[in-house]
Each structure stands twice: as structure tokens, then as C-alpha cells.
């Protein structure tokens, strides 16, 4: 086995101590059924957020679409406060169609000293909220490629 020098040690662990302290956000796009709440908390079980969290109630999934503001505004409240928190890991699982979309959370990431990123999901698992064939085909006509 190879021994480190003092000088060695010192290096990793002044990295090992840096790379503790990195916070990332992960964003995760995709159309309905397309994996990204399986994704979101596979990679951050205790810190996976999504829009859809709002119309569960007692562990049933109520979709009101009149709701849809109040949804993604508790999404962005309860981001902000894992953020404040500072979680080291936190996981937004949205369909984030439109770009902009995704502003509100760069935005508390460059506030909080977040590292942002992207993950667009693709497959096609069937959605496990029920969304109507002819919304997911809405939502990709207005899908926007990230350039």
C-alpha cells in the first residue's frame, strides 16, 4: 500500500472538505411519465421537491388545474427553504416545458450558492398521475429545447 506524505494528506483533505461544501440543484425536466420523480428521489431521497407534492392529499393524487400557481409556488417555497437549511443536495422534479420555467430556481441557486443542474429525462413510462395523452402532446408542442 502506498503511504501519503504529510503534504499529501493535507491536499485531500483540504479537497475532501471542499467538495463538502459544494451544494448542487438539480433540475429535472420531462414530460409526464418520462421518470423524473423516480429520478429526483433516487438522487435526493430526503431533498426530491416537484409541483405535483401539492395535490397530494392524504396520500391520494387530486389534480386541480386551477391550482397550478399555488403548486409551483410551494414548490419554490419549500426549495428556498432547503435551501436556507443548506442542503447539500436538492432535486426539482417539474415537467419545465418553457425555460423560463426554470428561472425562479436558478435564480434561489445563484442567491444561495447553488451549482445548477439540468437533467432531462425521455423515457416513456406512463404516467403515474393519469395525464391525458392529448396533454402530454400539448405539452411537447410547446417543449423547448435547451440550447
Known amino acids: 500500500m502506498l503511504e501519503r506524505s504529510g503534504k499529501d494528506k493535507d491536499q485531500v483533505s483540504r479537497k475532501e472538505k471542499e467538495m463538502l461544501k459544494v451544494k448542487t440543484l438539480i433540475l429535472i425536466r420531462g414530460l409526464p411519465g418520462s421518470g423524473k420523480s423516480t429520478?429526483?428521489?433516487m438522487l435526493c431521497p430526503r431533498d426530491a421537491y416537484e409541483a405535483d407534492d401539492w395535490f397530494i392529499d392524504e396520500g391520494v393524487y387530486r389534480f386541480d388545474p386551477s391550482q397550478l400557481n399555488k403548486a409551483h409556488h410551494?414548490?419554490?417555497?419549500?426549495?428556498?427553504?432547503?435551501m436556507q437549511t443548506a442542503a447539500r443536495k436538492i432535486a426539482v422534479a417539474n415537467t419545465f416545458s418553457q425555460l423560463w420555467e426554470m428561472t425562479p430556481y436558478e435564480e434561489m441557486a445563484s442567491r444561495y450558492g447553488y451549482t445548477v443542474q439540468v437533467i432531462e429525462c425521455q423515457g416513456s413510462f406512463g404516467s403515474i398521475h393519469n395525464v391525458p395523452k392529448s396533454d402530454v402532446e400539448k405539452m411537447k408542442e410547446r417543449w423547448q429545447q435547451i440550447t
Open 74 to 82: 410551494y414548490c419554490q417555497t419549500v426549495v428556498k427553504n432547503a
Open 39 to 41: 429520478l429526483a428521489k
